[in-house]
Structure formats: structure tokens, C-alpha cells
């Protein structure tokens, strides 16, 4: 079993930037893939990228060049969203999710666990 908890949501204004956390306890060693997805009203869950074991990564189009994703070396039991010149359409509750079956899935049901969710506000 794993835990995941995401902090640093929160409002921003156009253009700025903000870095979430997902802190992961339990049986960590099992994650194989740590992604991060979004939900906007009305939306279904969408990824935005991922991030393997090995360090490969994956991005959807939509948020390339603007935000990174990158786990902390040392113990690798948190990882990290930073956002960039970020949108008013990248307002969305964000998740992070971790499988345990190897390669980076664009498929929600393909995770294994997920967190609670923290929302991002970008105000206009």
C-alpha cells in the first residue's frame, strides 16, 4: 500500500508560477511511474506527464516547455510538478498517481494509487 499526499495548490496570477509536491509513504520502492493528471468542472481526469524510474518522462503537448516534473534523489519518496507561465486554463484540481506496472500510461485506470488532490487557481 501507498500513500500520496500533493500540497501546493493555491491562487496565482497569469504568467506566474508554482511547484506541487506529492510525498509518497508505505511501499514506495513499488512505484514504478509517478504521473500527474488534472481535472478541470466538468472534465474527466487528464494526464499532463509522467515520470518512470529510470527518469524518462512524458508530457502532453499542452504543457510542454512549461512544466517539469522530477522526483527527489535522495530518497525518492516525493515528487515534484513545477509550472510555468502558468494559464487561466491550467485551473484544475491536480493529482498525482503512481503505478506499479512498468511505462508511463495516459489511462486513469491504470494507477494504482492516487492523492487527495490540490487545487490551482491561475487568476486573469
Known amino acids: 500500500q501507498v500513500d500520496l499526499v500533493e500540497s501546493g495548490g493555491g491562487l496565482v496570477e497569469v504568467g506566474g508560477a508554482l511547484t506541487l509536491s506529492c510525498a509518497a509513504s508505505?511501499?514506495?520502492?513499488?512505484?514504478?511511474?509517478m504521473s500527474w493528471y488534472r481535472q478541470q468542472p466538468g472534465n474527466k481526469r487528464e494526464i499532463i506527464g509522467g515520470?518512470?524510474?529510470?527518469?524518462?518522462?512524458?508530457y502532453v503537448d499542452d504543457v510542454k516547455g512549461r512544466f517539469t516534473i522530477s522526483s527527489r534523489d535522495t530518497d525518492r519518496n516525493t515528487w515534484f510538478l513545477q509550472m510555468n507561465n502558468l494559464k487561466p486554463n491550467d485551473t484544475a484540481v491536480y493529482y498525482c498517481?503512481?503505478?506499479?506496472?512498468?511505462?508511463?500510461?495516459?489511462?486513469?485506470?491504470?494507477?494504482?494509487?492516487w492523492g487527495q488532490g490540490t487545487q490551482v487557481t491561475v487568476s486573469s
Open positions: 498517481a503512481g503505478r506499479t506496472s512498468p511505462g508511463i500510461s495516459v489511462t486513469p485506470a491504470s494507477y494504482d494509487y
Open positions: 515520470i518512470s524510474k529510470s527518469g524518462a518522462t512524458y
Open positions: 508505505g511501499k514506495v520502492y513499488t512505484i514504478t511511474v
